[in-house]
């Protein structure tokens, strides 16, 4: 009997551990987040969800965080913002799409983050890490 619950705590452990490797997104930092590739993930960009995924490293995110932070305005403080983050292929560059909230969201560490309203603590990019520029930028309305 001691066997067998071993087995099936081994067994829980290891779905729990692919799981978590599948479907969930690795924290970079206390504010960052990145899904994986084989992630399931919606944009709200109806174009980008049928785009090639692949996991962005971790240079790859100080790019587009560099691109991104360079394109809003100086008074946004983009460190203290929760980011997190997908990325995709598109006509052949290499694109990241960064999800920004200033509040944490018990959700945010599982999924994309997209309220109605929002204002200034809540924005969204697409970076093309391979041109160095932003291709999409949407700051929600006023709540």
Known sequence: MKLKKAV????????????NIIFAQNRISERQYV????SEVYIDYD?????????PTVDDLKRADSIFKSDLSPKIE???YYRNYVGLK???????FV?????MNENFEKNLFQPKGGG???????????????EKFTINAPK
């Open 8 to 19: 099936n705590l081994k067994i829980s452990f290891c779905i729990m551990l692919i799981s």
């Open 35 to 38: 899904f994986n590739k084989e």
């Open 47 to 55: 174009s980008l969800n049928s785009s090639l995924r692949f996991t």
């Open 78 to 80: 983009y460190e203290s």
């Open 90 to 96: 598109i006509r052949g560059d290499k694109m990241i």
């Open 99 to 103: 999800n920004l909230n200033c509040k």
């Open 120 to 134: 200034r603590c809540y924005f969204r990019g697409l970076i093309n890490i391979d041109k160095n520029i932003t």
